[in-house]
């Protein structure tokens, strides 16, 4: 069967289904991408209908124009303070953060940062698994330079970056390259932009072409025992368990008869 056609919603996300792989495009470009309430809700039911959707195996999130995206919708919250509404941090809403949500996705997570990620954007690509980056272009949170707190960024990038590079990448809000990022681990290869979406792609049916029961319990197990001392992680024992499951026989199979597996996910 053809893939469906793609869906644009309202709030300038567009989702598409390509075979197991989803991709979800960031489409406001006159607004760089800027990440409004519903923008950030309607991330919120996309990564959560991902993370159930049978068929979905991996998700690839992009944007369109120059910014992958220029962070939270600053013209949002600035009408909002006009009309005297409070405005509450962001552990402190009534809604899920979507950036919680992304990071728990059990799918694996691909985004391919097309142009300036900053701030919100930033944040929501280290809440991606993997990153793919177009030369040359601006990362960074200089929420310090608008007396914004990028929360989730300060508890996430020490956890990828020594502590003295996240601590001066805060403190200053001063951007760095995706050159320099790759450098770091932040990114995991600098793609030429014209073929960015389509590396992002190919990484995303790869994965999806393996056990899906294999690549959630290795998701799951690296990020419920990232902290954890190696005695007790690898007795945790997350997520399916790939080594009594039918695709553990089926893959077994397949590879001594030399042909492609057929799974289940179960």
């Known amino acids: 069967m053809p893939d469906p056609e793609p869906r644009r919603r309202t709030s300038g996300l567009v ?4 075979e197991h792989v989803r991709l979800l495009t960031l489409d406001r470009p006159e607004r760089r991408n800027a990440l409004s309430t519903a923008l950030q809700e309607d991330l919120v ?11 979905v195996r991996a998700v690839v999130l992009t944007g369109t124009g120059p910014a992958f995206s220029a962070g939270l ?17 962001p552990m402190h809403r009534t809604t899920r953060s979507f950036l919680e949500v992304v990071t728990e996705c059990p799918k694996p997570t691909i985004a391919a940062l097309n142009g300036a990620t900053v701030a919100g954007g930033f944040e ?31 508890v996430l990038l020490p956890k990828l970056v020594p502590r003295g590079l996240a601590l001066e990448l805060l403190f200053t ?8 990022a790759v450098r770091h681990g932040l990114v995991n290869r600098v793609v030429p932009a014209p073929e960015l979406l389509d590396a992002a792609l190919d990484l995303a049916r790869r994965i999806a072409a393996n056990a899906p029961v294999s ?12 902290d ?10 997350v997520g399916p368990d790939p080594y009594t499951s039918e695709d ?18 179960r």
């Open 45 to 55: 039911e996309e990564f959560l209908d991902a993370g159930e959707s049978p068929d």
């Open 15 to 18: 989702v598409e289904s390509r």
């Open 215 to 226: 690549v959630r319990r290795m998701k799951e197990t690296v990020v419920k025992t990232a």
């Open 228 to 237: 954890m001392p190696l005695w007790q992680a690898l007795r945790l024992e």
């Open 173 to 180: 809000g001063d951007p760095m390259t995706s050159d320099e």
């Open 124 to 154: 929501l690509a280290l809440a991606c698994d993997i990153r793919l980056a177009a030369p040359g272009i601006p990362m960074g949170l200089p929420e310090a330079k608008i007396g914004m707190g990028a929360n989730f960024g300060s």
């Open 73 to 89: 919708d600053l013209k949002e919250i600035r009408e909002l303070d006009a009309r005297g509404e409070r405005f509450r941090s």
């Open 248 to 265: 553990r026989a089926e893959g077994i199979a397949a590879r001594l008869e030399q042909r492609a597996p057929r799974w289940k996910g």
